[in-house]
C-alpha cells in the first residue's frame, strides 16, 4: 500500500511565515520570466531569449524575444514589440538575422529580424501555423515543420455543425517543408501518414534527419523512427526502425553518423530510462553509448 501526504497548505504557510513582504498572488502571476529557446549566435557575442509576461487586459500569457550581449551584464533589451507572442529565437549561422516564430498574424508564421535594426519580414503565410524551424548552415534556407490543413470533410462538418473535435478520428499530419529565404519560395519535403517531429540538417547541408510517428496522439509515442530526406530531391530513407521510440536525431560535425535518443527497442520502453545512442549515416545498426548509465 503507497501512501501519498499532499500538505501543501502547510507548505504554503511556512513560505509565508518566512517571508516579511509575501507576495499575493497577482504579483506571482505579474513575474516576468525567462521561457523557452535560448540562442547564442556563432561568434559568441549575442544572447535571444524569451521573456514571458502577462497580458491582464486579454488574460492571457505574451512572449517578447529580449537580446543580450555576452560581454556587458545586464544587456538584455526586448528586441519584438508586437501584439500576440514571438518566440523560438535562432540566429542564422552569419549571425546577422534572427529568425523567430511568432502568431501576431493570428497563426505562427516565421519571421526574420536584422540585428542592424528594422521591422521584422514575415517568411511564411497561410492558414496553418510553422511549429519548428532550423536554419540550413549555408543560411539561404530554413526548414520547418507545419501541420497540414483541415480536409474538406471537416470544413464541412464545422460549417454544419460548429467546432468540435472527433477524438482518434482528426488527426492531422505535420511535414517537413523548405523555405529559401532570399525569394521566400517553399516547398514540402515529406509526405504521406505520419508526423513529423525533431530535425536536424547534415553539416553539408544535403540531408536532413527527422523523427516521424504514426499520428501526434501520446499513446503513438512509442512509434517514432528517423529517416533522411535529401533536401534536393526529397528522396526519403529509413535509417532508424527499431521498435520502440527512437527521436530527436543529432548530426556529427563531420557527417557520417547521427545520434539520438533510443529505447533501444525495450519493450517496456515507458517506464525504462532513455539511452543515448548513434548510428551510421549511411545505415546499420544503431549503437548504445549509455548502456551502462542508469539515467535518462
Known amino acids: 500500500i503507497l501512501l501519498i501526504v499532499l500538505?501543501?497548505?502547510?507548505?504554503v504557510a511556512v513560505l509565508a511565515a518566512s517571508s516579511s513582504s509575501a507576495q499575493s498572488v497577482d504579483e506571482v502571476i505579474a513575474l516576468k520570466r525567462t521561457t523557452g529557446?535560448?540562442?547564442?549566435?556563432?561568434?559568441?557575442?549575442?544572447?535571444?531569449?524569451?521573456?514571458?509576461?502577462?497580458n491582464w487586459t486579454d488574460n492571457t500569457y505574451e512572449t517578447e524575444i529580449w537580446l543580450a550581449d555576452s560581454r556587458a551584464a545586464g544587456s538584455g533589451r526586448q528586441l519584438t514589440m508586437a501584439k500576440k507572442s514571438s518566440?523560438?529565437?535562432a540566429f542564422s549561422p552569419d549571425g546577422k538575422w534572427l529568425a523567430f516564430i511568432s502568431d501576431r498574424?493570428?497563426?505562427r508564421q516565421l519571421y526574420r529580424l536584422s540585428l542592424e535594426g528594422g521591422e521584422a519580414e514575415a517568411l511564411t503565410s497561410g492558414t496553418e501555423g510553422v511549429t519548428a524551424f532550423a536554419w540550413a548552415p549555408d543560411g539561404l534556407r530554413i526548414a520547418y515543420t507545419m501541420t497540414e490543413p483541415v480536409t474538406a470533410a471537416m470544413k464541412e462538418r464545422t460549417e454544419k455543425y460548429g467546432e468540435y473535435t472527433h477524438e482518434d478520428h482528426d488527426a492531422r499530419m505535420a511535414q517537413l517543408h523548405v523555405l529559401d529565404v532570399a525569394t521566400k519560395?517553399?516547398?514540402p519535403l515529406t509526405s504521406g501518414a505520419f508526423v513529423v517531429g525533431a530535425f536536424d540538417w547534415s553539416p553539408d547541408?544535403?540531408?536532413?534527419?527527422f523523427d516521424h510517428r504514426v499520428n501526434s496522439d501520446a499513446g503513438q509515442s512509442g512509434t517514432a523512427d528517423i529517416s533522411l530526406v535529401q533536401v534536393g530531391s526529397g528522396a526519403v530513407t529509413a535509417l532508424v526502425t527499431q521498435d520502440g521510440p527512437d527521436s530527436n536525431p543529432k548530426?556529427?560535425?563531420?557527417?557520417?553518423?547521427?545520434?539520438?535518443q533510443s529505447a533501444m527497442a525495450k519493450p517496456f520502453y515507458f517506464f525504462e530510462n532513455v539511452a543515448l545512442a548513434v548510428v551510421n549515416a549511411s545505415g546499420g545498426t544503431p549503437e548504445s553509448l549509455t548502456a551502462r548509465f542508469d539515467e535518462n
Open 87 to 89: 518566440l523560438q529565437p
Open 7 to 11: 500538505a501543501v497548505p502547510a507548505v
Open 105 to 107: 498574424s493570428d497563426t
Open 185 to 187: 519560395a517553399t516547398r
Open 205 to 209: 547541408g544535403t540531408m536532413i534527419a
Open 251 to 260: 548530426w556529427s560535425p563531420d557527417g557520417r553518423q547521427v545520434a539520438f
Open 37 to 54: 529557446t535560448t540562442a547564442i549566435s556563432a561568434d559568441g557575442r549575442w544572447v535571444a531569449y524569451a521573456v514571458r509576461e502577462t
